[in-house]
């Protein structure tokens, strides 16, 4: 079982930066992709970010290609969300979530464990 808990959410201007943090206990991520998504009220969970187990691979949703990073630490219990140039449409519920195996990076379905998730508000 792997628990995950996102922190680092909050208020901040267009423009401004914010990098959100998940934490997981239980197992070691090492052997986990991780991604991030978001929920904008009324709207869909989307997919932002993933990085491979391997670390070999990293996807970006378009939307936020060059402005967001994600990362992780080398012990692989935290997942980093970095996120530059913060626009109002970035407002939105943002998760963190574990996978294993093959499959797509981008679609809920693949991943097993998430986060709580943690809200960013970016205001105009």
């Known amino acids: 079982q792997v628990q995950l808990v996102e922190s680092g959410g909050g208020l901040v201007q267009a423009g401004g930066s914010l990098t959100l943090s998940c934490a997981a206990s239980?197992?070691?991520?090492?052997?986990?992709?991780m991604g991030w998504f978001r929920q904008a009220p009324g709207k869909e969970r989307e997919f932002v970010a993933a990085?491979?187990?391997?670390?070999?691979?990293?996807f970006y949703a378009d939307s936020v290609k060059g402005r967001f990073t994600i990362s992780r630490d080398s012990a692989k219990k935290t997942v980093y969300l970095i996120m530059n140039s913060l626009k109002p449409e970035d407002t939105a519920v943002y998760y963190c979530?574990?996978?294993?195996?093959?499959?797509?990076?981008?679609?809920?379905?693949?991943?097993?464990?998430w986060g709580q998730g943690t809200q960013v508000t970016v205001s105009s």
């Open positions: 979530a574990a996978r294993q195996g093959s499959g797509s990076y981008y679609h809920t379905s693949e991943y097993s464990y």
């Open positions: 239980g197992r070691t991520l090492s052997s986990y992709a």
């Open positions: 990085k491979s187990w391997s670390e070999s691979r990293i």
